[in-house]
Protein backbone atom coordinates (compact mmCIF):
# COMPACT_ATOMS: atom_id res chain seq x y z
CA UNK A 1 0.00 0.00 0.00
CA UNK A 2 1.04 3.62 -1.19
CA UNK A 3 1.77 5.67 2.31
CA UNK A 4 3.02 9.66 2.78
CA UNK A 5 4.94 11.06 5.94
CA UNK A 6 5.40 14.45 6.11
CA UNK A 7 8.11 14.99 8.98
CA UNK A 8 7.88 18.75 9.81
CA UNK A 9 4.12 19.51 11.20
CA UNK A 10 4.87 23.15 11.72
CA UNK A 11 7.17 25.88 10.20
CA UNK A 12 7.75 29.18 11.14
CA UNK A 13 10.27 31.40 9.46
CA UNK A 14 11.00 34.71 8.28
CA UNK A 15 10.68 36.58 5.34
CA UNK A 16 13.17 35.16 3.29
CA UNK A 17 14.04 33.04 4.40
CA UNK A 18 14.86 29.42 2.41
CA UNK A 19 12.16 26.69 2.95
CA UNK A 20 12.38 22.90 2.31
CA UNK A 21 9.63 20.71 3.85
CA UNK A 22 10.31 17.33 4.16
CA UNK A 23 8.66 14.25 1.97
CA UNK A 24 8.64 10.60 2.04
CA UNK A 25 6.89 8.15 0.43
CA UNK A 26 6.05 4.06 0.99
CA UNK A 27 5.28 2.29 -2.33
CA UNK A 28 8.21 0.23 -4.57
CA UNK A 29 7.16 0.58 -7.66
CA UNK A 30 6.58 3.54 -10.46
CA UNK A 31 4.63 6.70 -8.70
CA UNK A 32 3.31 10.30 -9.24
CA UNK A 33 4.33 12.45 -6.85
CA UNK A 34 2.21 15.79 -5.69
CA UNK A 35 2.32 18.91 -3.58
CA UNK A 36 -1.30 21.28 -2.96
CA UNK A 37 -1.24 24.48 -0.80
CA UNK A 38 -3.89 25.43 0.75
CA UNK A 39 -4.01 29.22 1.82
CA UNK A 40 -5.98 30.49 5.06
CA UNK A 41 -10.28 29.53 4.68
CA UNK A 42 -9.13 28.26 1.01
CA UNK A 43 -9.48 25.06 -0.67
CA UNK A 44 -6.31 23.12 -1.66
CA UNK A 45 -4.82 23.90 -5.02
CA UNK A 46 -1.82 22.58 -7.04
CA UNK A 47 1.45 23.99 -6.58
CA UNK A 48 3.52 21.15 -8.53
CA UNK A 49 3.55 17.50 -9.55
CA UNK A 50 6.04 14.93 -10.58
CA UNK A 51 4.58 12.58 -13.01
CA UNK A 52 8.01 11.63 -15.16
CA UNK A 53 11.05 12.59 -16.97
CA UNK A 54 13.21 15.55 -14.97
CA UNK A 55 13.41 15.00 -11.53
CA UNK A 56 13.62 18.41 -10.81
CA UNK A 57 10.17 19.64 -10.76
CA UNK A 58 9.04 23.72 -10.90
CA UNK A 59 5.90 24.82 -9.82
CA UNK A 60 3.87 27.97 -9.23
CA UNK A 61 4.96 30.64 -7.25
CA UNK A 62 8.98 29.94 -7.04
CA UNK A 63 8.53 26.42 -5.31
CA UNK A 64 10.80 23.59 -6.67
CA UNK A 65 10.53 19.82 -5.47
CA UNK A 66 13.14 17.09 -6.44
CA UNK A 67 11.95 13.08 -7.15
CA UNK A 68 14.87 11.50 -5.18
CA UNK A 69 13.84 7.79 -6.24
CA UNK A 70 16.64 6.49 -3.63
CA UNK A 71 15.52 8.15 -0.94
CA UNK A 72 11.69 7.71 -1.92
CA UNK A 73 11.32 11.59 -1.08
CA UNK A 74 9.77 14.17 -2.87
CA UNK A 75 11.08 17.64 -0.94
CA UNK A 76 9.65 21.08 -1.72
CA UNK A 77 12.31 24.05 -1.49
CA UNK A 78 11.54 27.93 -2.37
CA UNK A 79 14.86 30.04 -2.00
CA UNK A 80 13.29 32.87 -0.59
CA UNK A 81 9.69 32.49 1.03
CA UNK A 82 7.07 35.75 1.34
CA UNK A 83 4.39 36.48 4.02
CA UNK A 84 1.57 35.70 1.21
CA UNK A 85 3.57 32.27 1.55
CA UNK A 86 1.73 31.28 4.94
CA UNK A 87 -0.03 28.27 4.36
CA UNK A 88 -0.68 24.54 4.75
CA UNK A 89 1.21 22.27 2.33
CA UNK A 90 0.41 18.83 1.43
CA UNK A 91 2.28 16.13 -0.52
CA UNK A 92 0.39 13.15 -2.09
CA UNK A 93 1.69 10.27 -3.37
CA UNK A 94 0.01 7.36 -6.11
CA UNK A 95 1.51 4.50 -6.51
CA UNK A 96 -1.04 1.45 -6.50
CA UNK A 97 -4.09 3.33 -6.33
CA UNK A 98 -5.02 5.62 -8.54
CA UNK A 99 -6.32 7.85 -6.00
CA UNK A 100 -3.28 9.46 -4.34
CA UNK A 101 -2.80 9.90 -0.57
CA UNK A 102 -2.23 12.51 0.98
CA UNK A 103 0.03 13.60 3.82
CA UNK A 104 -0.69 15.10 6.99
CA UNK A 105 0.47 18.84 6.18
CA UNK A 106 2.89 20.98 7.49
CA UNK A 107 1.68 24.20 8.59
CA UNK A 108 4.19 27.10 7.38
CA UNK A 109 3.99 30.79 8.84
CA UNK A 110 5.78 33.47 7.59
CA UNK A 111 6.36 36.16 9.73
CA UNK A 112 7.25 39.63 7.72
CA UNK B 1 -15.36 28.69 -14.55
CA UNK B 2 -16.47 27.37 -11.63
CA UNK B 3 -14.76 23.96 -11.23
CA UNK B 4 -15.54 22.27 -8.32
CA UNK B 5 -18.51 23.90 -6.69
CA UNK B 6 -19.90 22.50 -3.02
CA UNK B 7 -22.77 23.88 -0.67
CA UNK B 8 -23.48 24.37 2.06
CA UNK B 9 -20.64 26.32 3.45
CA UNK B 10 -20.85 26.37 6.76
CA UNK B 11 -23.65 24.55 8.84
CA UNK B 12 -24.28 23.82 12.42
CA UNK B 13 -26.59 20.76 12.94
CA UNK B 14 -27.75 18.80 16.60
CA UNK B 15 -26.51 15.34 17.29
CA UNK B 16 -28.94 12.67 15.70
CA UNK B 17 -29.72 15.02 13.08
CA UNK B 18 -29.22 14.60 9.30
CA UNK B 19 -28.10 16.78 6.29
CA UNK B 20 -26.74 16.53 2.58
CA UNK B 21 -23.46 17.90 1.36
CA UNK B 22 -23.96 19.26 -2.02
CA UNK B 23 -21.11 19.38 -4.91
CA UNK B 24 -21.32 19.85 -8.33
CA UNK B 25 -17.77 19.59 -10.72
CA UNK B 26 -17.90 21.44 -14.45
CA UNK B 27 -14.90 19.81 -15.91
CA UNK B 28 -16.49 16.76 -17.32
CA UNK B 29 -14.25 14.57 -14.90
CA UNK B 30 -15.35 10.92 -14.71
CA UNK B 31 -14.39 10.88 -10.55
CA UNK B 32 -15.27 12.21 -8.10
CA UNK B 33 -14.27 12.13 -4.22
CA UNK B 34 -15.53 13.41 -0.51
CA UNK B 35 -12.89 13.95 1.80
CA UNK B 36 -12.54 15.66 5.23
CA UNK B 37 -10.06 17.33 7.06
CA UNK B 38 -9.25 17.22 10.62
CA UNK B 39 -6.06 18.85 13.12
CA UNK B 40 -2.95 16.72 12.07
CA UNK B 41 -4.87 14.14 10.37
CA UNK B 42 -4.61 15.57 6.47
CA UNK B 43 -7.06 14.82 4.38
CA UNK B 44 -8.91 11.50 4.33
CA UNK B 45 -10.70 10.01 2.02
CA UNK B 46 -14.27 9.51 2.48
CA UNK B 47 -16.23 8.35 -0.17
CA UNK B 48 -15.37 8.50 -4.38
CA UNK B 49 -16.79 7.61 -7.20
CA UNK B 50 -15.25 6.39 -10.27
CA UNK B 51 -17.67 7.35 -13.04
CA UNK B 52 -21.01 7.71 -12.68
CA UNK B 53 -22.87 5.28 -11.73
CA UNK B 54 -20.13 3.70 -9.12
CA UNK B 55 -19.44 4.13 -5.84
CA UNK B 56 -16.90 2.60 -3.25
CA UNK B 57 -15.65 3.57 0.03
CA UNK B 58 -12.59 5.34 1.10
CA UNK B 59 -10.50 5.17 4.08
CA UNK B 60 -13.06 6.42 7.02
CA UNK B 61 -16.85 5.84 5.40
CA UNK B 62 -18.75 5.30 8.53
CA UNK B 63 -21.59 7.27 9.19
CA UNK B 64 -21.82 8.44 5.85
CA UNK B 65 -23.52 7.78 2.30
CA UNK B 66 -23.13 8.90 -1.02
CA UNK B 67 -24.79 9.39 -3.97
CA UNK B 68 -23.76 10.17 -7.75
CA UNK B 69 -26.56 12.05 -9.10
CA UNK B 70 -25.04 12.63 -12.61
CA UNK B 71 -21.71 12.98 -14.09
CA UNK B 72 -21.59 16.78 -12.41
CA UNK B 73 -22.86 15.81 -9.23
CA UNK B 74 -21.87 13.36 -6.31
CA UNK B 75 -23.41 14.28 -3.18
CA UNK B 76 -22.26 13.46 0.95
CA UNK B 77 -25.16 12.50 3.65
CA UNK B 78 -24.74 12.46 7.16
CA UNK B 79 -28.16 10.39 8.07
CA UNK B 80 -27.61 11.06 12.21
CA UNK B 81 -24.57 13.35 12.65
CA UNK B 82 -22.45 12.64 15.50
CA UNK B 83 -19.89 14.96 17.06
CA UNK B 84 -17.00 13.33 15.77
CA UNK B 85 -18.15 14.34 12.67
CA UNK B 86 -17.29 17.59 13.20
CA UNK B 87 -14.71 18.84 10.27
CA UNK B 88 -14.40 20.30 6.85
CA UNK B 89 -15.25 18.55 3.89
CA UNK B 90 -14.03 19.15 0.73
CA UNK B 91 -15.46 17.38 -2.57
CA UNK B 92 -12.94 17.17 -5.50
CA UNK B 93 -12.89 15.63 -8.91
CA UNK B 94 -10.09 14.44 -11.26
CA UNK B 95 -8.97 13.98 -14.66
CA UNK B 96 -6.95 11.05 -13.04
CA UNK B 97 -4.27 13.55 -13.33
CA UNK B 98 -4.84 16.64 -11.14
CA UNK B 99 -7.37 16.59 -8.53
CA UNK B 100 -9.12 19.84 -8.03
CA UNK B 101 -10.87 20.81 -4.92
CA UNK B 102 -14.04 23.07 -3.97
CA UNK B 103 -13.99 25.73 -1.60
CA UNK B 104 -14.84 23.11 1.67
CA UNK B 105 -17.76 22.78 3.73
CA UNK B 106 -17.25 23.88 7.74
CA UNK B 107 -19.55 21.43 8.81
CA UNK B 108 -20.02 21.11 13.44
CA UNK B 109 -22.00 18.78 15.28
CA UNK B 110 -23.18 19.77 18.59
Known amino acids: AQSVSQHNHHVILSEAASLELGCNYS??????LFWYVQYPGQHLQLLLK??????LVKGIKGFEAEFIKSKFSFNLRKPSVQWSDTAEYFCAVRGGSYIPTFGRGTSLIVHP | NAGVTQTPKFQVLKTGQSMTLQCAQDMNHNSMYWYRQDPGMGLRLIYYSASEGTTDKGEVPNGYNVSRLNKREFSLRLESAAPSQTSVYFC?????????FGEGSWLTVV
Open chain 1, 50 to 55: YFSGDP
Open chain 1, 27 to 32: YGGTVN
Open chain 2, 92 to 100: ASSDLRIWY
